[in-house]
């Protein structure tokens, strides 16, 4: 326990941003109604005639959020490294067929709310087999406490239901936040089934307890996974 809560403070005092720290860039993106179906098609086709692929994708639509959350959907992309983001934003459309028309569905269906670079701090990518996600955006003013409790809660959950991640927000994140909180679950009912265990047990009232005022809640808003490649 003590060393996966000294290891949670290092990771928080300074991220190692090396060549093997799993980096990602979220797009949150407003898809037209009328051709979310066109969208997702290009999408299915142009991934799939894609030889190599850096990324793991994921194509996440929104379920539930707030009157600031403006946006429908979430195209994500995972990679190793910070080097898989080497030319991001320089090289146009693929010179094929598949990436032309996942380009123009692209241009002609949706809108670019926000795009967020960040880097995973507790992750697991095969936490990406659960199709529901509860994000929560967080201001930490204290990383050393949050730290902390937030070590000190992981290292006590034991449970089925879900699971909890952490994000650094690098890049683009909305004024305020700083992090981002992941719990993910097979579907909803298992987040509620998951969300009433960690309350019940204790485990939320003593993370609390613990972390004081060394963060506060931004926004959150919960989503599922229509899509995920490699």
Not at 28 to 44: I, K, M, P
Not at 117 to 138: E, H, R, W
Not at 171 to 199: C, K, M, P, Q
Request: proline letters at 3%.
């Amino acid at each position: 326990m003590k060393k996966f809560i000294l290891l949670v403070l290092v990771v928080f005092a300074s991220i190692n941003l090396n060549a093997q720290t799993p980096t990602w860039v979220c797009m949150n993106v407003t898809v037209d109604q009328s051709g979310q179906a066109d969208f997702v098609e290009s999408l299915d086709n142009f991934m799939g005639s894609l030889e190599q692929n850096p990324y793991t994708v994921t194509l996440n639509e929104v379920q539930f959020g707030g009157s600031d959350i403006d946006f429908t959907h979430q195209l994500c992309f995972l990679g190793q490294s910070p080097d898989a983001f080497a030319s991001w934003g320089i090289s146009g459309p693929p010179p094929s067929v598949e990436g032309v028309l996942f380009f123009s569905a692209f241009q002609d269906f949706v809108e670019v709310e926000q795009v967020i670079l960040g880097q995973p701090m507790i992750f697991d990518p095969s936490n990406l087999d659960s199709d529901f996600a509860a994000v929560f955006a967080l201001n930490v003013s204290d990383v050393q406490t949050f730290g902390s409790a937030f070590g000190k809660m992981m290292n006590s959950l034991d449970s089925d239901d879900g699971s909890f991640e952490l994000h650094d927000a690098v890049l683009g994140a909305e004024d305020g936040v700083t992090h981002y909180w992941v719990a993910r679950s097979s579907n909803i009912s298992t987040f509620l089934s998951g969300r009433s265990e960690f309350i019940n047990s204790g485990a939320a009232g003593q993370f609390i307890s613990d972390a004081g005022d060394s963060f506060e809640f931004v926004f959150g808003f919960g989503a599922r996974i229509v899509k995920r490649y490699n």
